[in-house]
């Protein structure tokens, strides 16, 4: 594993070192971002967000293109096939770049050789929440009810080879248990069971809580960050019952393999000043998602990386074969 991340982290920097294109002279026309998901959903509402303070520093009209389906392949197949000339950019989950090549067994793109690394967006945490009348304030105690009589512990999920339903199987088998799921086509009917009692628990973004936490509705007893959430201080994370544990969502741009590096310095520049923006920092945050910034494209790559060697080693724990 440790050979697959220098070799994921050296693919990263001979694409982003490509010979160098005339970033004095870019962009002389529209830029397109295609996203994988479809149009109103929170990758697309915060991609038209920053690349509408990218337009305005570039002085060029930026495009997004919507790209939904299969489980982000018809939008990541569509950039990896792009040309390499500074013109495309992807808006990717990791989904698209790391967990598609745990989950399939084929992909028409190359999550690693496809792409070079632009920056770091954002990471979106999730939480497990469950019904209040769970008995049931802790993760551990969660777990123990589980252990007891798994038949009355169901969680919903977004189905098993989704972000949910494998941190849920992580989380049994870190626990000792085979946590029930109940998988669901659109998570907020998921969310709805919770609250109705149908189901006891669910795990969910931060953003996608929030308003149920807030009522009441629901309780909250541990984030998937390994760091604690900003406004969600007094929740645990997953991490101080099962040490390392750090299974978040997260979104990143990158380009097409092969795309000139000064192009991608400059596109990494105006992407890291837009996420500075209090403005934009203010709106993603009330979706949940938080940054740091766009960070440079090596350690975006190194990023990757990471996630690749956790995510692999997760999925190969809890025995999910590939599709």
């Not at 915060?46 to 570039?58: A, G």
């Not at 808006?91 to 999550?111: E, I, Q």
């Not at 709805?192 to 909250?220: E, F, K, N, Y």
């Not at 440079?296 to 990386?305: E, G, R």
Request: hydrophobic share 45%; charged share 15%.
């Amino acid at each position: 594993m440790r050979a697959l991340i220098r070799a994921v982290v050296f693919v990263f920097a001979v694409v982003a070192g490509s010979p160098l294109a005339l970033a004095d002279e870019w962009p002389t026309r529209p830029i397109r971002f295609i996203v994988s998901q479809a149009a109103g959903g929170t990758p697309d509402i915060l991609c038209r967000l920053i690349t509408d303070r990218i337009s305005r520093k570039l002085g060029q009209q930026i495009v997004v293109e919507n790209k939904p389906g299969g489980g982000n392949v018809i939008g990541a197949s569509a950039a990896a096939q792009a040309a390499p000339d500074g013109y495309t950019f992807f808006f990717a989950t990791g989904a698209a770049l790391v967990t598609n090549a745990y989950t399939f067994k084929s992909l028409p793109y190359d999550p690693v050789k496809s792409f070079t690394p632009v920056g770091m967006v954002g990471k979106n945490p999730f939480v497990l929440v469950v019904n209040p009348n769970v008995p049931a304030k802790t993760l551990p105690e969660f777990i123990a009810l589980a252990k007891a009589d798994s038949s009355k512990i169901s969680v919903a999920t977004d189905g098993q080879r989704n972000f949910s339903g494998m941190l849920t199987a992580r989380i049994g088998k870190l626990g000792g248990v085979d946590l029930v799921q109940v998988p669901y086509a659109a998570m907020p009917q998921g969310v709805q069971d919770t609250i109705g009692g149908r189901v006891q628990g669910a795990i969910i973004a931060i953003a996608s809580a929030a308003p149920h936490l807030a009522s009441g509705a629901l309780r909250a007893l541990a984030v998937s960050s390994v760091k604690k959430v900003p406004g969600y201080e007094s929740v645990p994370t997953i991490a101080e019952s099962y040490p390392g544990f750090d299974f978040i969502g997260w979104f990143v741009v990158v380009a097409p393999a092969g795309t000139p590096a000064d192009i991608v310095a400059r596109m990494n520049k105006e992407l890291d000043v837009a996420l500075k923006d209090p403005e934009i920092v203010k709106r993603m945050n009330d979706v949940g998602v938080y940054s740091d910034g766009a960070e440079t494209p090596a350690a975006t790559a190194a990023y990757n990386a990471s996630q690749f060697e956790a995510w692999g080693k997760a999925v190969k724990e809890i025995g999910l074969q590939a599709e």
